[in-house]
């Protein structure tokens, strides 16, 4: 997602459409579309400001997220689970189907993920030895 443009440069062009100049020529002159224009003039006349709007969705609202203290439990007790395992149990206890890969992205944001390890790096319990 792009960065809003400056409150500077958002100022600019809503002063130079209140001097009398065109949407058009403010577009032209600033280098912005007509649209980012009419925005802002728009902005400035509902809220009196020209704060841009917070980007995203916020994050912690999946239908996971009520579930993480369970995830994290499970693999507290077992952490060679596979996330597919971990999917499969979760919509056995819960009726709620789910894809592995919202498992993984919920066990990212738990920290709870890891790197498997070349064989020659390996701890002689994990080599099971």
Do not use: Y
């Not at 409150?7 to 002063?15: A, K, S």
């Not at 993480?68 to 819960?94: K, N, P, Q, S």
Request: no cysteine.
């Amino acid at each position: 997602m792009g960065k809003p443009h400056p409150i500077e440069l958002r100022q600019r062009v809503v002063d130079h459409v209140s001097e009398g100049n065109t949407h058009r020529s403010a577009a032209a002159r600033f280098r912005v579309s007509v649209k980012f224009v009419n925005d802002m003039v728009k902005l400035a006349k509902t809220t009196g400001g020209l704060l841009p709007k917070k980007q995203g969705n916020g994050g912690g609202h999946g239908k996971l997220s009520a579930h993480r203290d369970w995830v994290a439990g499970r693999i507290g007790e077992r952490r060679d689970l596979t996330t597919a395992e971990l999917a499969g149990e979760f919509t056995a206890i819960t009726g709620m189907p789910v894809h592995r890969s919202s498992i993984w992205r919920l066990l990212q944001d738990l920290g709870l993920t890891h790197k498997k390890r070349p064989a020659s790096r390996r701890t002689e319990a994990a080599r099971g030895h």
